[in-house]
């Protein structure tokens, strides 16, 4: 079945990013968000970030209006009963995402695909109550979905290979890079990344450094882009707070990877990242 009208559910961080790259990439897309004008406020921080590239000379102003014109916000679920490809991105809740895709099952079209851009949850889970879960897998991007290049797709038990083709196809057509991953905790590079960020946590947890001296040292002497803070900042504190504590319950709470109070005292404080403000970081 050919794939042309995408719906993103979650207008976040990566909701945001996921519809500005469908739409950009010639997708009809459309918006949705649970709470009230979040998609249509996600739409216009779509329309500034595409006037970036047109100020810095990577995008035509002809393109940049094409793209827009192909975002729409829904104002219902059932406004996406047309989609042939749903990519979920809402909040980091195994309950929360199950209710959505047993709503989004009545809904769609028989031979639309359901994606969960989840970071660290089974997808097997998610999907565990679906009637047809061969329809259903991972489809993760990583932050900001319009630059990074690789995307994990995900399969559970259930899911068919026909839909893994049908998505790393349309990964492709993204122009990015996909990957087959099995379901397993935190897939690859959520797993790998645990350590990273414990590690830093860890030294900024017994004063042995600054979390600004940590981020510089593993940028010029470990070639990483991004310290583990302003990374985390980016993610977002309480992304990245779910994504490790999911690990660390499916590893039965091994001291490996425990949760870091600090993260979590932050989290309890709203200090979320470069969303809210403030994380590690200030954004003013
Ligand atoms: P976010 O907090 O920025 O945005 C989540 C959005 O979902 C919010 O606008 C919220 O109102 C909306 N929402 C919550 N429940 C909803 C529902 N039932 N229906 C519709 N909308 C609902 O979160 P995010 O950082 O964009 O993360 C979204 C998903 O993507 C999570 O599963 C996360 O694990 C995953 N993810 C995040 C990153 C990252 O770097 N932040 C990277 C890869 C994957």
Same mark, same amino acid.
């Given at each position: 079945m050919?794939?042309?009208?995408?719906?993103?559910?979650?207008?976040?961080?990566?909701g945001?990013g996921?519809?500005?790259l469908? /739409?950009?990439?010639?997708?009809? *897309?459309?918006?949705?968000d @649970?709470q009230d004008? =979040? %998609? #249509?406020?996600a739409?216009?921080r779509?329309?500034?970030?595409?006037?970036?590239?047109?100020?810095?000379?990577?995008?035509t102003?002809?393109?940049?209006d094409?793209?827009l014109?192909?975002?729409?916000?829904?104002?219902?679920l059932?406004?996406?009963?047309?989609a042939?490809?749903v990519?979920?991105?809402?909040v980091?809740?195994?309950?929360?995402?199950?209710?959505?895709?047993a709503?989004?099952?009545?809904?769609?079209?028989?031979d /639309?695909?359901?994606?969960?851009? *989840?970071?660290?949850?089974? @997808?097997?889970?998610i =999907? %565990? #109550?679906?009637h047809?879960?061969?329809?259903?897998?991972?489809l993760h991007?990583f932050?900001p979905?319009t630059a990074?290049k690789?995307?994990?797709v995900?399969?559970a038990d259930?899911?068919?290979?026909t839909?893994?083709?049908?998505?790393?196809?349309?990964?492709?057509?993204?122009g990015?890079?996909p990957v087959?991953v099995?379901?397993?905790?935190?897939?690859?590079v959520n797993?790998?990344?645990?350590?990273f960020?414990s590690e830093?946590?860890?030294l900024?947890?017994?004063?042995?450094a600054?979390?600004?001296?940590?981020d =510089?040292?593993?940028?010029?002497?470990?070639?990483?882009p991004l310290g583990?803070?302003?990374?985390?900042?980016?993610?977002g504190?309480?992304?990245?707070?779910?994504?490790?504590?999911t690990?660390?319950?499916?590893?039965?709470?091994?001291?490996?990877?425990?949760?870091?109070p600090?993260?979590?005292?932050k989290v309890?404080?709203?200090?979320?990242g470069?969303?809210?403000?403030v994380?590690f970081?200030?954004y003013?």
């Open positions: 050919p794939i042309a009208n995408i719906a993103v559910i979650g207008a976040g961080t990566m945001q996921i519809a500005q469908c /739409a950009q990439q010639g997708y009809t *897309t459309w918006l949705y @649970v004008g =979040a %998609a #249509e406020r739409r216009q779509i329309a500034q970030a595409l006037d970036r590239r047109v100020a810095k000379g990577r995008m102003t002809g393109d940049a094409a793209a014109s192909r975002v729409s916000v829904a104002d219902s059932a406004e996406l009963s047309e042939d490809l990519v979920e991105a809402i980091e809740d195994l309950a929360v995402k199950r209710a959505l895709f709503e989004l099952e009545t809904l769609c079209r028989a /639309a695909l359901l994606c969960t851009n *989840t970071s660290s949850l089974s @997808v097997g889970e =999907a %565990a #109550e679906l047809t879960p061969q329809r259903f897998a991972g991007f932050n979905p990074m690789l995307v994990e995900v399969s259930a899911t068919a290979q839909t893994q083709r049908a998505l790393h196809d349309f990964a492709r057509s993204l990015k890079t087959a099995s379901d397993s905790p935190g897939f690859i797993r790998c990344a645990r350590p960020y830093a946590l860890w900024l947890e017994h004063g042995a600054a979390a600004a001296t940590i =510089a040292c593993l940028k010029s002497g470990g070639g990483f583990p803070f302003e990374l985390i900042d980016l993610v504190l309480d992304i990245n707070l779910r994504a490790t504590e690990v660390w319950q499916a590893f039965d709470h091994h001291p490996r990877f425990r949760p870091s600090l993260v979590a005292d309890a404080a709203g200090q979320l470069r969303k809210s403000g994380g970081y200030r003013d």
